[in-house]
């Protein structure tokens, strides 16, 4: 483990019903609408219609959504989501990614 500070995988949100209910082809879709809501936020807020909160919320929509895509990844094809975020930390360290690692 790089620098002991990843222990496990973690969610941030309840489980959503669309855990069961969606194929992972509808959730990415899902992810996808909520990447235009975020960037259509965003727009609005360099043009001053909308304000910086509004984005963060969609960004917010858009971590939701990705968060039940591995859910569904973990439940119903058992990826290891611990295994999977070490390989992707370990990956991005070796490219200089982090602030507070060294390779």
Request: proline share 1%; net charge neutral; hydrophobic share 35%.
């Amino acid at each position: 483990m790089i620098g002991g500070f990843l222990s496990k995988f973690s969610f941030s949100f309840p489980k959503t019903i669309f855990v069961s209910q969606n194929l992972g082809s509808t959730q990415l879709n899902h992810i996808a609408g909520e990447f235009e809501e975020a960037n259509t936020a965003y727009k609005d807020y360099v043009i001053g219609a909308e304000n910086i909160d509004h984005f963060a919320e969609e960004v917010m929509d858009l971590y939701h959504s990705t968060e039940t895509m591995l859910r569904i990844l973990e439940e119903r094809y058992r990826v290891n989501l611990k295994k999977l975020q070490m390989q992707i930390v370990q990956k991005n360290n070796k490219r200089n990614y982090y602030d507070s690692m060294k390779g």
